[in-house]
Structures are given as structure tokens and as C-alpha cells.
């Protein structure tokens, strides 16, 4: 049974390439969605289609349209979500996924580390399952295959 | 990953083939669907399939039932939505066709020229994206690959 | 039985009076709410709000929110939808509203004339029921009563 | 008709006040409802309820069962949400209620300083209308009674 | 608790007020609501209010746009449906509103003779309830009140 | 494009057959399901797995647990459902699967006789075509492939 | 703001009453729903509105179809449930209640005893609350109006 | 056709092999999921991947957040949802899935022994189909097929 994982979270490091090299190591069947991890191509999607805009603030309200329209297309094929939050940045896109994926009732796992049990206690008790790694993520989803 | 594409809109030119050959040329795995495109079997199709109707209002209501039915079964078996507006006609259907999409959650882009702007304001408001160009159509499609 | 009637369509004329009259005249329990029928208020109150913006393109996005935050509110409070489609203007957001309703299952009713049967057909094939006057309307509305 | 308005977002200050001393001020029909603004109250009301938790961590969890309760029963009863992000703060909270309002189809405001514009800009994207100030998102609710 | 019930069925004999006076006797806060019973009325409904029809079959499509109008109104402020069959007539129009009902999460009673058991039972299946006579279904409504 | 057609009403001849035959022969990728149409099988099917039941009463309803188990099975693989109405017969069941494929936003088309406009013509109005010969029927989903 | 709570669960003990005299001390505006608590009744009301059913099995049938009729009606009026679990009883009807209130969305707490912890542990993690007694749910509702 | 069968319920004996071995006699193209079958390993999730917690009780937390996970996943990818009640323990798992699984508009079949009639009634109710053994239960559903 072929399971979409959508892979929302922060787009500054590598984790998602760890993800994806768990799920090879333990021959789990699957496939792989999520955001644009280029931030500047992130950033700069509306000006890249839509041309030159007044000032920084059209510019970033070019570029949500279009990261928004590529994660609804992703998340409504994806079966399961999984989110990392890091411990920089505001990653307000991180829980708006979250948060919409409960909404359409996509199982989901955070993976956080212990220094945002607090910030995050509300949308961890929302969520499916919340846990520390990578590793930790990866056992779930193995889970369902067992 | 295979996304069906319902192109809307109007029927008058040849937009939804550039749309197909852009598509070949950046090698999207894109399959499209859409309405009638020969505009005189749309009109006719009530009184084709059911007979002659007693006067012009009948046989468009005849129509109707059979455009719609045909827009219903394709545009649920779609994944995104693009939509046309040109700068003649009246094209409601187009804008039925976007409102709904939008309501069944399809990730929708509208193309219109910039003459189009203001009457389609609230209209493009609830929709993803609005480009001016076919090919900046694409280029949003074809991002969700990247 | 109180019934909140969404009233969609231009905003040019009286309409709304002609109705809102009509049904006092029959006493039907009905109250009415609608868009922002002032047209320059509708086409300002992006800027009137947030202050100048770039261009009119930006203008008339910072309209549109407003202006379609103001129409789900309403259309949310609404048991049924009576749209008026007049003959000149592209009416956009009338066919817009339409779809909303009628996706939305608000028992709606059309108005229009004659001459606007052949654009309109697929819109008047989803909705409940299309008439050429209002009169007609407030006949259609005041049946639930008998 | 009366409007029932959740008021989302940081517990650090006194901008719900403001809010309803606006709308006072204004005579708009509205009432509020909102999060625990006590923030003691709302960290230990699972130790208050339930007892001692073995640690933070079980502290925290226990908590935000009964806000995230509290939360779902008066989002439900409202109409629209207002969620005011400010500067300091994770406020992932306030993103999971924005979310979930908008995948409730409730209208929604996003009140937030310029600096964080960027950070928000996908929220702000899904969201109705976002402004920079409380008197601002009055305006717009003040709209709806015009 | 004021409970409003739908009686969907039959229009050819005094079933409605039966149960409208079997609830006065029991003292239950409910209101009625239903079809059109006038028969000639229901029929005639659409050449009415929009004029002569080219055939009966105009005339009945006229006519059930207006009806199913102020069912679909009428059903939605509903709390529950009572669905009376009877030995004669086709009744699908009753057989429809139950199912829409049933679709519609509304709870429902069907009320029918004996001798329909067998013609009725995949649709008696899916209602909650199938009772013989009005005074079983009032006591079945009158159970909610114990 | 594949299409899953359910095909509802009477199991008295062999109209399904002739569905069936049509579309090889315009060569259409149409897949077909439907009910039971063996009627003994279909009638005696509750005791058949369950064991003799108390009377006729008990048996119908037992049969019809297991008939409305397949047919909710069926109906939600399908894309399509065309409802054949004949002369003969209550067809009680039709009417109730036409109204759950409306209810579910399947696109469906009705089959019946000329004499049978006046009493379905409320079920007719909501669904979306309404033919008399099975050879329309095909040409309307035949056009979906035009 | 007035809520209505659904009190799901057992109904061999008066902890009904205790929950309704709780919410007077503290002067909560909820008002109250339930099950028919009178135990013999609810066991017999399908032969005391039907008449003699042939055997037990089919005189339960019959009490089902009535108690599922009045659980439905009540919980969708209702706002959250509270849903008590003892030791005693097999008490599958209110996992049932719970389950369905969750799939509707209804905020809802279980109380349960300490010994119950285990069995319960899948329940209680979709709920949003759990708590061991009836003061700790009057708690958790009463922190909605602080 | 392929189904994916969701075979809910008691994890203590081999009755879901006796399920696959009918299907496989019978040549129906049935693919099965459900829960872990491993008690301990059912019971220990939480800890197995989370680590130690502070007591059984959030030991029984931990676990029961990776076993809805599971079961969400699974029981969203099924077409069909049979359960099995057996007559020790308290199953209330078998009976939320049950629950869950009728909300969600899966087609449910519950396999129970007679001594289970009354205490199951109103769920039973609530399912499709009751049968009383696997080769029944197997019987209902090799019946999609003819």
C-alpha cells in the first residue's frame, strides 16, 4: 500500500532529504511531496512569473499565491503529513500546514524538540502524534506497515 | 506524480491548444479536460440528442442540462482548474465554472487580459492565482514540480 | 417563518428597494441583506481603509477582500439567494455569487431578461428557478408560505 | 443582526478591550468570545483541573486539552474571527486558529505590524483581509453594516 | 426544545392535520412545515407565475422548479422529517424527500400501511423509523420529549 | 478516462444489457455496475445468509440491510449513475437512488416513458438530464469523450 | 452564552442529576439533553409504540431504530457532549455517542474512572478531554466562561 | 473491482486469517488492513518509540496516539469496514471504529455472537449489516459481486 507523505516545515536544512533516506534504509512504500525548499526561488516565484511588483509587500503577496496554490495541489494528494518545526524562525507556514491538514483530516506527525513543548502544546494535542526526531517519525509511519 | 487539469472558459479560439503544446515543450505529466469546444454542438446538443424543442428558450435549457452534466463528471475528475477570460462575450459560464471549482476546493488559476482587471476583481480575489498569459499559467502548473 | 434573503446582482439601480417594497406589501416575513450598493464605496474601501495603494490593480485587490470578506459573512446568514442579472455590465461577481450560493445549497432564484437566456443557461439550469421580473420573484418566494 | 466575533491571538495585552471599546463606540451588534486571556489561568488549567502532571511536559499536554475544548466550542459559535499577531512571541496558536477558522469557512481578519508582513504572508494570503491596526479591522467589520 | 418537522407525502387527504392535532393533544412544541397541498396549485404553480407553457411537459418542468424550490427550503430549517406513504399513487416525490433527508443527516419516520412493506423496504431500511400509523410516529417524536 | 456508470432501477428486463451493448458498441471505456437483478436472489437474499426470519416482514427487511450494503458499495465507485424508470412498478428504490446520487453530487441521468414526465417530473428537475430511450442516455455520456 | 450538553453514558445512576445540580451551583447557562434514562422504557419502546415483536432479537431491533431516532435528534441540537463511562456495563452505546460526536465535531469530554484508563485509552485520545469525575467535567465547561 | 477491506476488532485470536482464507476460497479480489494484531507490541507503541514515560497511564497516551494514527491512515484508504465483537472484553475500540467508520459513510458489516444482540443493538442498528459468523460476513460481501 503506496502512501503521499507531505513534508511541511522549515525549508533551511536538509531534513527532508534525511526523511527520504530513512524510508529507502527500511524499504517503506513511500512517495514524497512538499513545499519549494529554494527560499530564494520561494521568495521570488511571484516577481519570476508575474513580473516586477511596486514594493516588497506585492512582491511577498505575488509569491503566496503561488506557494499556496502548489501546497493545496500537493496536500490534497498527500495521505499523511508530516511538520518539523526547528527552533529559529517563525515557521507560521509550518503551523498554518498543520493546522489545515487536521482540518482535512490527513493524519498527521509533528516532529519538534523539547525546547517547543510549550509554544507548541496546542497544535501537539491537535495533531496525531508529536516526536523529537526524524527517526522517531519515520518508526510511526513504519508502523501502519507492520 | 499525473494532474488532470479542467481548462475553462471560453470556446471561441484555439487557447487550450497552446495550453496542451506548452505543456508537451516543459514536459508536464498534465492530461486536460474541459467543455465542448465545437460551439455549435454545445448549443445543439439538447435538441440533437432530444429532439427539436418548441422554440429557442427550450432548446437552450436542453443544452444546459447536458453542458453541465458533461462539466460536472470532468471537472471532478480534475485536480486543478485554469480559466479563461477574453475580452468578448459575456462568458458566465466561466465565472460559474471558477466560483465552483473554488467551492469544491480545486486549486484554481484564472488568465485574463489586464483590460479585465476591475469587473474581475472579486472573482480573482477568491481564486489562487491570476496571470495575464497562457504561458505564466504554466509556469505556476509546472511549479509544483520543481 | 423568518427567512434572511441574500440579494445578489447589480447594484446600479433600485432593485433591492422594488423588492424589499414588494415583499412589505405582501407581508412576508423576509429580511434582506446584500452587497455594498454604493459603487464608489464598493470600488474605494480598499483604499479608504488601508490607505493608497500603487496602482489601481492594487486598488482593486484591496477591494476585493473587503468586499468578498463583507459577501461570505452575509451569504452565510442567508436562507435563500435571489440574483438579478440586468443587461448591461459583465456581472461577474453576480455569476460568482450564484455558484457560491448554489454550491453552498441556498435555494436560490435568478432574475434576468429575455434577452440574457442564451449566456445564462448554464447558471439557470443550477439554479432553483430563473424569472424575467421581480414581481415574478417575490411570487416565487412568497410560495413557501402559502 | 447580531455578529458573534472570536477574537484570536496573543494574551499579552489589552487588545480585545480595545476591540470591544471600539465596536462600542462604533454601536456595531457585536460580542466577543476568545481565549483564556489569564496566562497563568490558561497554563496550569490542566493541573487545576486534573491535578499534578509528572512534569511540564504532562503539564502542558493536560493544559491544552481544555483550551484547545474551550476553543473549539466558541469558535463554533462564532461568525468571524479577528486574530491579532504581534511582535514578540511564537504565537503558533494564533496561526492554528486562523487555520482553522478559514478551513471552517469562517471570515477571517488578520491584524499584524509591518514587520510581519513576510513571515505571514501565506496566512495572510488564505485569510479574507489583513491590516495593521485594531481600527482598521473595525472598519471592515463596521462595512458590513453599511 | 421547539423541534420543526417536515411531512413529506401524500397531498391527496387530511394526514397533516391529523398530526398537526395528535401534537396539540400531547402538548409537543413542534411546527410543521411540508409541500404545497393544494394540488391544483402544486400543478399549476409554474405557468402561474411565469406564464403559458408550450406542453404539459413545460408546464410540469415549470412547476417542479418552483416546488423543489420551496422544498429545499422548507426541509433545511427542519429538524426532523415524517414521510407518509399510501396505497394509491406513485409518491416518488416522497420517496425523494426521504432519501434527501436521509442524505442530509435529517433524522426521519416514515409512515406506511402494511401492504407496502415489501415495494418500501430498502428505503424504510435507511430511515430510523417505519411506523404504521400518525400515532406511532407521534409517539416516536413524543419519546424525544420524555 | 474511465467511467464507473451505476446503473439504477428496475431488474425486470434486460435494459442493462442493452447499456452495456450501446456503449461497446461506440466504443466508450465505460465500466458498469448495478444491483442484484436476479429478483428472487435479491428478495430471498437476507435468509439466504441469515437463516430463515420470522415472516415476510423480517425477511424483507434483513434483504434489504444486505441489498442497501451493496448498493452504497457500488454507488460510491461509480462517477456516474443513469436511473431507468419503466411503467410498471412502484420503483420506489430508483427514486431513492437517484435522490442519494444527487445528494452525493453524482452526475445523473434518468431514463423513463413519455407517460411517466408528470410523476417524476420533480425528481427530473434535480437530476441532471432526463431522456426517454436508452440510446440517448449513451449519446449524453457519450459526449463527455467528444 | 447558552450551550447544550448532551450527556451520553450510562443510565443505571442518578449522575445526571448530579451533573444538572453542579451547573445550577455554579450558575452555568447550560441546559441539558440525554438518553431516556428510564431503563425498562428504553428497552421496550419499539413493542410499546410497534407492538409484540416475534422474539427478543427483533423486539432490541425495534427499541434501536427509536433510541437511535431521539439520540440523533438530541445530539445534533446539541453543543458538546459529556459522556460517562462506569465500571460496570459493557456501555457500547456510549462509545458509540462519543465516536459519532467527534466525527460531528462536537467538543466532548469522557469521564471514567481510573480503572478504565486502559480500555479506554484510544477514546479518550480522540476526545478532547478526559477526567475522572463528574466536578472535573463541570470544570472543564465552566472554564468556557471565564 | 478491488476493495479494501478494514477488518476492525479483537486482537486475542486468528479470526482476521479466517477472513483472508474465505476471501482467498472464494476468488474475491479483497485486499485486507487493520490494526496492530500484536498486543504487546499494541500496548508498548508508545513507549517503543517515544521512550519511557512517567506512568501507565502515559504510557497508554503514548500508545494510543500511534494506534489512531494507524487507524486513521488505514481505515481512509478501505472501502468496506467489518467488525468483530467477540464475547470477552470491552472492545470499545471495535465499537469507535465502528462508529467512526458509519460516520464516515463506509459501508459496515459487525460480526457478533447472539449472547451480544442486546447490549449491541442501537450499533448494530446503526451498521449495515449484523451477521453472526465470518462465513456470513464473507457471504455479504462475496454478494457485491454476482
Do not use: C
Not at 536538509?14 to 530564494?40: I, Y
Amino acid at each position: 500500500m503506496e502512501i503521499v507523505v507531505y513534508l511541511a516545515g522549515q525549508i533551511h536544512d536538509d531534513w527532508r532529504e534525511q526523511v527520504e533516506q530513512g524510508a529507502r534504509e527500511k524499504n517503506l512504500p513511500l512517495s514524497f511531496v512538499g513545499p519549494q525548499t529554494n527560499h530564494d526561488r520561494s521568495d521570488n516565484i511571484g516577481e519570476e512569473i508575474l513580473g516586477k511588483q511596486p514594493s516588497s509587500y506585492y512582491k511577498d503577496d505575488a509569491a503566496s499565491d503561488i506557494n499556496n496554490f502548489r501546497t493545496q495541489v500537493l496536500m490534497q494528494k498527500s495521505d499523511i503529513v508530516i511538520a518539523l518545526f526547528g527552533e529559529q524562525y517563525k515557521q507560521w507556514n509550518t503551523a498554518m500546514d498543520v493546522s489545515t491538514a487536521i482540518s482535512l483530516n490527513k493524519p498527521t506527525i509533528i516532529v519538534r524538540p523539547a525546547s517547543l513543548i510549550h509554544p507548541l502544546k496546542e497544535l501537539s494535542n491537535k495533531a496525531n502524534v508529536t516526536v523529537e526526531t526524524i527517526e522517531q517519525a519515520l518508526d510511526v509511519v513504519s508502523y501502519i506497515y507492520e
